[in-house]
């Protein structure tokens, strides 16, 4: 008898989806057709046609979920082949790497792509990429994924909450974008699970920066490069003109272990410093970033880009979205082995506050030495970290049967222990223990 009721409430529940989704498509195409081609207002972009079409994907697979013959039978089903939305190709579904979401990412569980299944790839800008990601583990039995991906600070990564069953096949990933020196209480917990990593750091399995720097010309070589960039600031001296502001620094976090912000203090006892935020006097229209940023490229010479901890390669978006602006960026970060254009930006680790003021002036009196930062966007273009093919590399490694069996064997040595945390203090950089997570 319950299950007969239990059987009626789902048929009912099902019903009422499926309508949802036919309601939905029906205002869509009437809204589209009626009122959006008719009054030649703007059409949709691919990406949203593409959004939207992941959503009513979405809306289909949770119908078929509660299907209630499907819930009677208590199957879990598998698509026999994988469609190629872009080529109308079909993969057979047994042929395809998958890969699993274990924990979600934020709250999210898309890990940033914006799309699961074969559409990842679509989206990542690797369509043939023969791999299937999902974060259904009941699609099938957890030892047969081929990847796992983990993100350390998920609430629910822990030892307790891991698979019980794993495969020799299997590759245990785990996935991170933030400071070593903000670590996961659990990581000490998990030596000899890990097999790679995808993070910033350069040594990881599966690189994902923050940005890159990608050339497209040839550039000059030794001395020539140095005649080259001398030259581009005598020729570029406009660069500078209408430039009535000196250095700015857009931070809503003040109080940080590294303590950048002391840093700031005794830099602003010799220059000035905008500061924008909640750590300032200054505002800008946070809604509309893009406000933010011409303040900054319109009217000053310098932008301080101070990571919220010194951690090796931990390099944000805060130096890569100033790149391309007409202004130096100031760092304050472990980008020593960065793969960064000569000359392109001034490294605050290398100065003391007053040391730093001093330099940032002698540049302020020069508009040919201001100019000279800027000659590398002739020759190299800034690839943003959400244009970076990362889960392409993931899917190239699965499907490389040379690629050798790797496993870490203390993921908190190679993590943090290796991130070689510094912070600022007494006037020099010096080293420092890993702290409690915090927000940029």
């Given amino acids: 008898m319950n299950t ?138 957890l030892d047969q994924f081929d990847a796992l991906v983990f993100h350390p600070r998920a609430n629910s990564f822990a030892m307790a909450n891991m698979p019980k069953i794993r495969s020799p096949h299997q590759r245990y990933i785990m996935w991170i974008i933030e400071s070593g020196c903000y670590p996961s209480h659990a990581l000490p917990k998990f030596d000899n699970f890990f097999n790679w990593t995808m993070s910033y750091r350069l040594d990881s399995d599966i690189l994902q920066p923050y940005g890159t720097f990608k050339e497209i010309r040839p550039l000059p070589q030794k001395a020539a490069l140095d005649s080259y960039i001398a030259q581009f600031g005598r020729d570029h001296t406009f660069l500078a003109k209408n430039k009535t502001k000196l250095a700015a620094w ?43 940023l011409n303040i900054v490229d319109n009217d000053y010479k310098f932008y301080l880009a101070f990571e919220n901890s010194l951690s090796l390669d931990y390099v944000t978006e805060k130096m890569f979205k100033v790149m391309d602006k007409n202004v130096i960026p100031v760092t304050l970060a472990s980008n020593q082995r960065l793969p960064l254009p000569k000359h392109s930006i001034i490294d605050a680790t290398k100065f003391s506050p007053q040391d730093l003021a001093s330099h940032l002036k002698e540049i302020d009196t020069n508009d040919a030495l201001y100019a000279e930062y800027h000659w590398w966007k002739s020759f190299y273009r800034i690839e943003k970290g ?24 203390s993921m908190q040595k190679w993590w943090v222990n290796d991130a070689n945390c510094s912070k600022w203090s007494q006037n020099r950089i010096i080293k420092a223990s890993p702290w409690p997570m915090s927000n940029g």
């Fill in 386 to 409: 959400n244009k970076v093919n990362n889960f392409c590399q993931l899917c190239q490694k699965l499907n490389d049967p040379k690629d050798p069996p790797k496993t870490y064997q």
């Fill in 250 to 292: 857009f931070v809503s976090n003040c109080n940080t272990a590294v303590n950048r912000e002391g840093y700031v203090e005794e830099l602003k006892k010799y220059i000035s410093v905008d500061i924008y935020g909640r750590c300032g006097h200054l505002k800008c229209q946070q809604k509309q970033p893009d406000n933010c």
């Fill in 4 to 141: 007969r009721i239990n059987l009626l409430i789902a048929g009912v529940a099902y019903k009422k989806r499926l309508f949802l989704i036919i309601l939905t498509l029906v205002l869509f195409s009437w809204t589209y057709f009626s009122v959006i081609k008719k009054r030649n207002l703007p059409t949709l972009s691919n990406s949203q046609l593409l959004d939207f079409k992941s959503m009513i994907q979405d809306m289909w697979q949770d119908v078929v979920s509660r299907n209630p013959k499907q819930l009677a039978n208590s199957n879990t089903s598998q698509p026999s082949v994988s469609i190629n939305v872009m080529t109308g190709n079909e993969v057979p579904f047994d042929q395809l790497k998958k890969i699993l979401f274990y924990t979600d990412c934020y709250g999210g569980w898309d890990y940033f792509i914006g799309a699961t299944g074969r559409e990842a790839f679509i989206v990542l800008g690797c369509p043939d990429a023969p791999c299937y990601v999902t974060s259904n583990r009941s699609l099938m039995p």
